[in-house]
């Protein structure tokens, strides 16, 4: 069988899959596929150059089962509506897989971000932020976007304050957007959020011998072989997670202009370094250059993290992938049918709508910290260091020991706003693979997490459905 070629459809099967194990009507199962609106429209753009070009643009709201919708704005030449509505509907699986109570939308403008400006990108992003606000596509409560593919805090930052100039009235602007700088309403934590939560993620999946021995792997993540494709926000992050609290090896890493391998492992920081300096991953000291970037993804390694684009991986380079866990960083990195594949093969595929859902997550954060206009951590801080300060004075009275000034200020630390961040993102990334777990054991077929995880997300928006009925 060959994979349609429509991303749209890829997700559909996978949906299709999990529904079909499920007992809800068929009418719930079609409304919760279905996009429930999407937009294309087209906008001129002054080049720096004095010519206008015209571009074009997206937006799908997938599911507006919960409001706001949410999901990120991707610049590249690929985008297309098949690939917003695709992205749309993972965000919706996804926003209910880890319980973030949104619904699922995706946008993108079809360019080649690098062939443009700063001051060209600063326009772009503020025109299709101004036509998304004349078409309700944008707001708090409506749809919140948040960084994708080549946009990140920058973008997220002019989005903000465009819609903020058009809608003064607004006391909770900036939840407009997420990804923002800290200084205009950000939350810490946010840019490292996704390679972060698919640390504590794969950790997770990890630690179990029960899970790891049919794969041929000793539970944990340290000294796991793993290599990363896409060194962006995504890839860079989790590779660095991975190295340096996992303990694992990168043995190799794969960019747009080549890939490298070193068996002994790769310091992500110092191979980022060499990159900086020479605008490429090649030649970095001690490692080898392989003869094609794909080369990389068919590395002998425990795990392979394609954190790039979709279809990374289809059925005609699954037979060649040697690694024993693909964790989907990137969003569609494995089409539908390569990932029945690589299961038939007993290679495990952590699926991307649970393993990469850190972003959304510490997102919903940062939309609440906007809502509540205070920073996470200001009001107890304070107060939860006296009353432990308390308790260690009685201990040391009641003990007679006294504790020194280095145990007192780690005991009694209140905690600040990213130690919040980090310990809701890992409660959620942890709470839902405990979630997807165990719908798969308890299934009565032999299903893969992929599924497991699309009928913990179908029951999830299933049960909003039945409680909130069909209006009018
Ligand atoms: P990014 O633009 O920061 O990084 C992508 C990287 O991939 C770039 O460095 C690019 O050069 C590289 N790349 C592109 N094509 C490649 C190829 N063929 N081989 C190797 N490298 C290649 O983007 P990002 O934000 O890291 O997003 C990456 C993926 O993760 C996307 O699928 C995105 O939808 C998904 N994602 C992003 C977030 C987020 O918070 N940014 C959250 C969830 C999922």
């Not at 990890?206 to 790891?212: L, T, V």
């Not at 021995?213 to 793993?226: A, D, I, Q």
Request: aromatic share 8%; with cysteine.
């Amino acid at each position: 069988m060959t994979s349609p070629t429509r991303f749209f459809d890829q997700v559909n099967i996978n949906f299709d899959r999990a529904a079909a194990l499920t007992d809800h009507p068929k009418g719930i199962l079609d409304q919760i596929k279905a996009i429930n609106s999407l937009i294309h429209f087209s906008f001129p753009v002054k080049r720096d150059s004095g010519e206008i070009e015209v571009l074009h643009a997206w937006r799908a709201e997938h599911s507006h089962h919960m409001l706001p919708t949410k999901g990120g704005i991707r610049y590249a030449a690929m985008v297309d509506e098949d690939e917003v509505m695709a992205l749309a509907a993972l965000m919706t699986y996804k926003c209910a897989i880890v319980d973030v109570p949104f619904g699922g939308a995706k946008g993108g403008v079809k360019i080649s971000a690098y062939e443009y400006s700063e001051a060209e990108l600063e326009r772009i992003t503020r025109r299709f932020t101004f036509e998304l606000f004349k078409k309700n596509f944008i707001g708090p409560g409506l749809d919140v976007p948040a960084p994708d593919y080549a946009t990140g805090s920058r973008e997220m930052g002019w989005i903000a304050d465009t819609y903020a100039t058009l809608a003064p009235q607004d006391i909770n602007a900036l939840g407009c957007v997420t990804a923002k700088p800290i200084q205009q309403g950000g939350i810490q934590g946010r840019t490292e959020a996704t390679g972060r939560g698919i640390f504590y993620a794969l950790r997770e999946v990890c630690s179990r011998g029960r899970d790891m021995r049919p794969l041929g792997l000793m539970p944990g993540l340290e000294g796991k072989r793993v290599v990363v494709q896409g060194l962006g926000n995504v890839g860079y992050h989790a590779a660095k997670f991975l190295e340096e609290d996992g303990g694992a090896v990168i043995v190799g890493l794969i960019e747009y202009e080549g890939a490298i391998s070193a068996p002994n492992g790769l310091h992500v920081e110092d191979v980022m370094a060499h990159r900086r300096e020479t605008n490429s991953l090649l030649d970095f000291p001690g490692a080898e250059n392989l003869e094609h970037r794909d080369a990389g993804l068919e590395l002998d390694c425990d795990m392979l993290i394609p954190a790039a684009l979709e279809n990374a991986i289809t059925e005609e380079n699954s037979p060649r992938i040697r690694a024993k866990i693909v964790a989907e960083a990137a969003n569609g990195p494995v089409s539908a049918e390569a990932s029945r594949m690589l299961d038939e093969r007993g290679i495990m595929v952590v699926p991307d709508a649970f393993v990469n859902a850190g972003g959304v997550t510490v997102s919903y954060f940062e939309w609440l910290k906007n809502l509540q206009h205070v920073r996470f951590g200001r009001m107890e801080k304070r107060f939860e260091e006296k009353a432990a300060r308390q308790i260690l004075n009685a201990i040391e009275q009641t003990t007679g020991t006294s504790f020194s000034d280095t145990e007192i200020s780690g005991f009694a630390r209140g905690a600040d706003e990213i130690d919040l961040v980090n310990s809701g993102l890992e409660e959620t990334m942890v709470r839902a693979y405990h979630e997807i777990r165990e719908i798969k054991e308890s299934c009565a077929e032999d299903i893969d997490l992929r599924t497991a995880s699309m009928i913990s997300a179908i029951n999830k928006i299933a049960l909003v459905y039945k409680h909130r009925g069909i209006f009018p």
